[in-house]
T-cell receptor, first 110, second 114 residues
Framework: GDSVTQMEGPVTLSEEAFLTINCTYTATGYPSLFWYVQYPGEGLQLLLKATKADDKGSNKGFEATYRKETTSFHLEKGSVQVSDSAVYFCALSDRGKSTFGDGTTLTVKP | NAGVTQTPKFQVLKTGQSMTLQCAQD?????MYWYRQDPGMGLRLIYYSASEGTTDKGEVPNGYNVSRLNKREFSLRLESAAPSQTSVYFC?????????????FGPGTRLTVL
């Protein structure tokens, strides 16, 4: 079946540091890929998505590129802020079914 | 436009008690889902409803039942609560039209079973 593997956390960075959270997937079909973010005490919300190979999703300074050849969708941000502290989930959807990674906790220190 | 709403936000039960978690969405979505989130285990799908009138088991259905009351509402029932069901429960919905299936989540219900 489909699966999503995220880099293990937690990740701790200083403000203005560069962020990368790795995500790889396996899927039998041709999935859409997503990053969701969960702030403390809240539900998940969509951060960005990409629907086909080489698409780049972007939002709030975060970016991720759909790489079919490496089956990856790594999340990046050039300069993180304290307000980016949250749990980040990589996910895929294919033929009406969604699969989530285990989440990566990011803490940004001032 | 409230999105996905869940009630209650917090609940404490004793072992063996029953309760129903309520979920409603106002986005006219076809599909609805119930997940539980435990530390270090990500999201696990309990049950889902692909459309009004249908429900299917997810990864961890034991100890739970669901009802898709209408297109808007999807409830989760614990018949006899156990400490292992202490968790945060999230309801989600999606349009489920085609490949791009963005899920929209409620704020969660934090359940403690003593």
């Amino acid at each position: 079946g489909d699966s999503v593997t995220q880099m293990e956390g937690p990740v701790t960075l200083s403000e203005e540091a560069f962020l990368t959270i790795n995500c790889t997937y396996t899927a039998t079909g041709y999935p859409s890929l997503f990053w969701y973010v969960q702030y403390p005490g809240e539900g998940l919300q969509l951060l960005l998505k990409a629907t086909k190979a080489d698409d780049k999703g972007s939002n709030k300074g975060f970016e991720a590129t759909y790489r079919k050849e490496t089956t990856s969708f790594h999340l990046e941000k050039g300069s993180v802020q304290v307000s980016d502290s949250a749990v980040y989930f990589c996910a895929l959807s294919d033929r009406g079914k969604s699969t989530f990674g285990d989440g990566t906790t990011l803490t940004v220190k001032p | 436009n409230a999105g996905v709403t869940q009630t209650p936000k917090f609940q404490v039960l004793k072992t063996g008690q029953s309760m129903t978690l309520q979920c409603a969405q106002d986005m006219n979505h076809n599909s609805m889902y119930w997940y539980r989130q435990d530390p270090g285990m990500g999201l696990r799908l309990i049950y889902y409803s692909a459309s009004e009138g249908t429900t299917d088991k997810g990864e961890v259905p034991n100890g739970y039942n669901v009802s898709r009351l209408n297109k808007r509402e999807f409830s989760l029932r614990l018949e006899s609560a156990a400490p292992s069901q202490t968790s945060v429960y999230f309801c989600a919905s999606s349009a489920a039209s085609g490949r791009v299936d963005t899920q929209y989540f409620g704020p969660g219900t934090r359940l403690t079973v003593l």
